[in-house]
């Protein structure tokens, strides 16, 4: 097989980790050159990459409106350099508001080469008559929870279900057997400035409720960045709550490991989390714009991917006007408090995570995008 050229779109960081390990797993069982936009792990691979996630890592609708400009000249740029090199493929990873509407520009400037979707987006969420737009654009879904493959081949888009990477990259963590500790509580904001300062005054607020029902409690939290790691340390001095907090001693992934309950911001991390076996509280606050719009679109009962691949309420949220410091410190009391609702939750999460394959995810979508240029019998 001669090179093939590929140009991948990334525009978080969680895409740009999946990027690279796809990228990896290419290289590795071809010859294959590598352009696009992504983030620091894939330009490392390929230099003809550009980081752009300083930029394009937004969230919430208000953000993107605030970057309007810029994400248009971003879309005009990138639908033109495409065009003009004509690369044998473009492999979209996640990012749909960017992406989604890149694959129609292309298709409609008449690019013929291969447009392959990796990580489907969550349109099945939101707008589920885009699946059928989708169909017309894509030669290639991918997907990474088992019940997407259905909604998309029902539409006639050729998909695959890979696996969901974090089967992979969390093997390790599993594999070091890290003991839970009584008493020890996960408090998880998320990854973002804004995600902190939206959810860690809450979570706060009911680590001093819960330390009045169990005075020796203890809490463990970290931030995505050393920066990050610092603004929690901060408003943890400022609740005098630093005695009852370990702060940036441990990865998300060793709390989530060690702690016997917690409470998680919506996002990858409620996934690892159960994966993890962290029996946990998902918890989210967005500006009200961007609620009253998800409110509006939304086509499905739940935020967390957990209450979503089980169709129920696995895990409780507590969202908007209810990530509230008393209703959240009862959930977790009640965690804490009932050591068999704990273990039935542990169950659930079990039978859920078993869903999402064995692992393997990159190295079959690997498979998957290389034989994208065969036709299938």
Not at 11 to 19: F, L, V
Not at 25 to 52: C, H, I, N, T, Y
Not at 55 to 81: H, N, P, Q
Not at 185 to 208: D, N, T
Request: hydrophobic share 45%.
């Amino acid at each position: 097989m001669r090179m093939k050229n590929l140009f991948l779109i990334a525009g978080e960081i969680s895409g740009d980790t999946h990027g690279a390990a796809l990228m990896q797993s290419l290289s590795s069982s071809g010859d294959w050159r590598f352009s696009g936009l992504g983030g620091p792990e894939m330009k490392r691979l390929a230099p003809e990459v550009e980081d752009w996630l300083a930029d394009a890592a937004v969230l919430g609708l208000w953000e993107v409106l605030k970057k309007y400009s810029y994400f248009r000249r971003e879309m005009d740029e990138t639908a033109d350099a495409i065009l003009s090199r004509k690369p044998d493929g473009v492999v979209f990873i996640d990012y749909p508001g960017f992406n989604l509407r890149l694959a129609k520009r292309l298709r409609h400037g008449g690019f013929r080469g291969k447009l392959i979707y990796y990580i489907s987006p969550q349109v099945w969420a939101w707008k589920k008559g885009r699946i059928r737009v989708m169909a017309e654009l894509l030669d290639l879904m991918i997907c990474i929870f088992p019940f997407e493959k259905e909604l998309y081949e029902s539409s006639g888009l050729r998909t695959l279900f890979s696996g969901h990477p974090l089967v992979d990259s969390l093997a390790p963590v599993k594999a070091r057997g890290i003991v839970r500790e009584e008493g020890l509580v996960a408090l998880l904001p998320g990854s973002r400035e804004r995600e902190i300062s939206a959810l860690f005054p809450v979570m706060l607020e009911a680590a001093k409720l819960l330390r009045t029902r169990f005075p020796d409690l203890r809490f463990a939290t970290t931030g995505a960045t050393p920066v990050l790691t610092e603004r929690l340390r901060a408003m943890i001095r400022e609740a005098g709550l630093e005695n009852a907090f370990e702060v940036g001693v441990s990865s998300s992934h060793e709390i989530m490991c060690r702690a016997t309950a917690g409470v998680v911001a919506s996002g990858t991390a409620t996934l690892e989390a159960a994966c993890l076996g962290l029996p946990y509280v998902l918890t989210y606050k967005v500006a009200w714009l961007t609620a009253l719009v998800a409110r509006r679109v939304m086509s499905v009962r739940f935020l967390g991917i957990v209450n979503v691949m089980a169709d129920r309420e696995v895990v409780k949220e507590l969202l908007q006007e209810r990530a509230d410091g008393a209703l959240i410190a009862d959930e977790v009391g009640h965690l804490i408090e009932d050591s068999e609702a704990r273990r039935r939750l542990q169950d659930e999460l079990l039978a859920v995570v078993e869903k999402l394959g064995g692992g393997g995810s990159h190295e079959r979508a690997a498979l998957a995008v290389a034989a994208a240029w065969v036709e299938p019998s």
